[in-house]
Each structure stands twice: as structure tokens, then as C-alpha cells.
T-cell receptor, first 112, second 115 residues
């Protein structure tokens, strides 16, 4: 079965630095991969989507890459701010019915 | 836009009772709604997929008779946890999709505690 692995449970960084999060998947590539932000006790909020045939997507200070050879996506937060502190979830869709499989998440803490 | 609400935001109930959770898409029509369960420090686990006007599709290991899902309209889906037990205590989150775009819009979640 497919597995989604976010290999860092927690990431602590200094304000202004770039946070880089990793998402790896097994077996075959997802049709698309999404990143969500989740704050404690809240539902996830959609951030970015990247398709199998795309290499990179950007949105403001966020950047996501997709490498089907490495079976990996990287999520970058540039010029990080304390307000970026949250758990970031990677989610993959392996079918045409929009069902998502989520990784366990990486909790980012940005120190002022 | 794309706001999804859930009600209640938290509920405490006695073992053996049933609890209904509502999920509404406030400003768009959701052809598909998804129900997830999340235990502390764990990932979201998909429980079922619900399409308006048809029976829900449950993931492997999820008891359809225990977790009743009704998607009565394009803006409302309900999840009823029947005969709840302490092991059903969890964070239940719904999401909605327009069917035209891949991203899902999530509700704020419902914290269920079964005593």
C-alpha cells in the first residue's frame, strides 16, 4: 500500500530563515500532491497543489517542488515569521476521485 | 470563499449514546464531502467519502453501521456516531470538494469525548 512519510516530526528555526519540509511517498507517483497548514485544534487549510507533471509551484513566501524520480516533494517557507508556526501536512491523491492520503505532519516553530 | 462549517465544535457524551455531527459548505456546492478522524499527534485518516444523493463509500476497517453518513444536499453532510464508546473519542474533521478542483476545504473539526 502507498505510504506518505514526512520525515521530520518537528522543525525549529530562527525568524527570517527558510524552513524546508520533506514529503516522501512509496511506490507509484500521485496524480497531484498538496500541502496544508493545520493549527492546534483546527482543521487543515489548503496552501499549495502541484501536479505530477509540474516541477515547482510558488505562492508568496511558499514554494513546493515535486521530484518523481526521488519520489519526494519539498515545501519551503522563506523569510519565516513566528506566525508561520503550525503543523504542515503533505497529502497525495493517487486516484481520480479526489481522495487524499495524508502524512503525519511536521510541526514548525519559528523563534523570534 | 470556500468556507466549511462543522457543528458542534466539541461534544461530550456518555458511552452508548449516539452523536450527530453536521458539516456544511457555506458558500459553494459540494458534490463530494469527506469525513476524517485524527488522533493526537497522528495524521488525518479518511473514514468515508460521501456524494450527494448516494450512499457513502467507507474506507477499509471503518464500520458503516457505526458511523452513519448522510449527504442529503449539496451543502450538508452529517456523520452520526452510533453507540459511542470511549475508543471513539477523537477529532472528527469534514472536508468538501466542488468536484471541479482538486483541493479540499476543511471544516474546523469536532472534538468528541466519550465518557
Amino acid at each position: 500500500s502507498q505510504k506518505i512519510e514526512q520525515n521530520s516530526e518537528a522543525l525549529n528555526i530562527q525568524e527570517g530563515k527558510t524552513a524546508t519540509l520533506t514529503c516522501n511517498y512509496t511506490n507509484y507517483s500521485p496524480a497531484y500532491l498538496q500541502w496544508y497548514r493545520q493549527d492546534p485544534g483546527r482543521g487543515p487549510v489548503f496552501l499549495l497543489l502541484i501536479r505530477e507533471n509540474e516541477k515547482e509551484k510558488r505562492k508568496e513566501r511558499l514554494k513546493v517542488t515535486f521530484d518523481t524520480t526521488l519520489k519526494q516533494s519539498l515545501f519551503h517557507i522563506t523569510a519565516s515569521q513566528p506566525a508561520d508556526s503550525a503543523t504542515y501536512l503533505c497529502a497525495c491523491s493517487f486516484s481520480n476521485d479526489y481522495k487524499l492520503s495524508f502524512g503525519a505532519g511536521t510541526t514548525v516553530t519559528v523563534r523570534a | 470563499g470556500a468556507v466549511v462549517s462543522q457543528h458542534p465544535s466539541w461534544v461530550i457524551c456518555k458511552s452508548g449514546t449516539s452523536v450527530k455531527i453536521e458539516c456544511r459548505s457555506l458558500d459553494f456546492q459540494a458534490t463530494t464531502m469527506f469525513w476524517y478522524r485524527q488522533f493526537p499527534k497522528q495524521s488525518l485518516m479518511l473514514m468515508a467519502t460521501s456524494n450527494e444523493g448516494s450512499k457513502a463509500t467507507y474506507e477499509q476497517g471503518v464500520e458503516k453501521d457505526k458511523f452513519l453518513i448522510n449527504h442529503a444536499s449539496l451543502t450538508l453532510s452529517t456523520l452520526t456516531v452510533t453507540s459511542a464508546h470511549p475508543e471513539d473519542s477523537s477529532f472528527y474533521i469534514c472536508s468538501a470538494s466542488t468536484g471541479e478542483r482538486a483541493e479540499q476545504f476543511f471544516g474546523p473539526g469536532t472534538r468528541l469525548t466519550v465518557l
